[in-house]
């Protein structure tokens, strides 16, 4: 396994919540990144983040270790749950706050 999936890899399984972006929390470089953060605001739960602009190699990495083309990923107790569009479908729909208390993790925001 290269450097960058063993670094995946372990994020995501020592992460209740991880999500792969483009820039920052504070500073998303894409609008998609962008919404998925705002999503995880909304909801208020705590996530980890990882800037996959800081390597080549950890930007592909992620795309092969999901098997999934597109950044942001986002990743919930280790499942791959989507990028972007699936995570504004499952927030629209009240099933990504749903995943995120059936798997224990505290939301601050109301449904």
């Not at 396994?1 to 972006?21: G, P, Q, R, T, Y």
């Not at 800081?54 to 592909?60: C, M, N």
Request: hydrophobic share 40%.
């Amino acid at each position: 396994m290269s450097d960058a999936l063993a670094f995946i890899d372990n994020e995501v399984k020592s992460n209740d919540v991880v999500l792969f972006m483009k820039g920052t929390p504070d500073f998303p470089m894409c609008g998609f990144s962008g919404q998925v953060v705002k999503i995880l605001d909304y909801v208020g739960v705590d996530y980890k983040a990882v800037n996959v602009l800081e390597s080549d190699e950890l930007r592909q990495g992620i795309k092969d270790y999901a098997n999934w083309p597109t950044i942001p990923q986002l990743y919930i107790k280790s499942e791959f749950v989507g990028g972007a569009d699936i995570v504004r479908e499952l927030f629209q729909e009240g099933e990504l706050q749903k995943i995120l208390t059936d798997n224990g993790i505290a939301t601050s925001a109301a449904e």
